[in-house]
C-alpha cells in the first residue's frame, strides 16, 4: 500500500493479528514520517515494514508467491494495472485486493470526460472485469472501491 501520512496503515494494523506484517510503499520519507508517531502510540509500529522507494519496485523486489492475505492499493492511477498484476502473484487464492478511487468522484461513468486519469482508471476497471484471476466488486463508496478475491 502507499502509505503518504499512515492513516490507512494505521487502520489495516490494528485489525491484524500479533505476528502479521504490513508492507507499506511511498517514495515520500517527508510524508510518511507523520504517521510513524501515531503507529507508535496505537502499538502498531512493530508490525509496519515501510518501504521508501517506488511500489513496483518493492512489489517486484518480494519473492514471496501467494503469502499474502489482502493487499490496498491507493497511488498513481497510471501504475494500478501494474500494482495489480504484481499482486496477482504475491496474494495467496482466497485473498483480497482492495483498490481505491475507481469511481473517482463519478468521472468514471461520465463519458464525456476522458481526461488522462480518468481513462487510466477506466483500463483498470476493465483489466480487473476481465482477468481470469480477479473476481471482483465495485462499492460505491467514498470515491469507489472495488474488492478483488484473488482466484
Given amino acids: 500500500m502507499v502509505t503518504f501520512t499512515g492513516f490507512s496503515a494505521l487502520c489495516i494494523a490494528r485489525g491484524m493479528g500479533e505476528g502479521s506484517e504490513l508492507i507499506c510503499c511511498d517514495t515520500s520519507e517527508e510524508w510518511t514520517s507523520l504517521g510513524v508517531p501515531f503507529w507508535e502510540e496505537a502499538g502498531v509500529a512493530d508490525r509496519i515494514d515501510l518501504r521508501i522507494a517506488p511500489a513496483i519496485e518493492t512489489l517486484r523486489s518480494i519473492e514471496d508467491d501467494g503469502g499474502f492475505d489482502l493487499a490496498f492499493i491507493d497511488a498513481d492511477k497510471s501504475s494500478y494495472i501494474a500494482y495489480a498484476e504484481e499482486l496477482l502473484r504475491l496474494v495467496r487464492p482466497g485473498g483480497l485486493n482492495l ?29 480487473a472485469k476481465a482477468h481470469p484471476r480477479c473476481q471482483n466488486v465495485m462499492l460505491p463508496i467514498g470515491d469507489g472501491l472495488t474488492l478483488i478475491r484473488v482466484l
Fill in 99 to 127: 483498490v481505491d478511487n475507481v469511481l473517482w468522484f463519478g468521472a468514471v461513468a461520465d463519458l464525456e470526460i476522458n481526461d488522462e486519469r480518468i481513462l487510466e482508471i477506466r483500463a483498470f476497471n476493465e483489466w
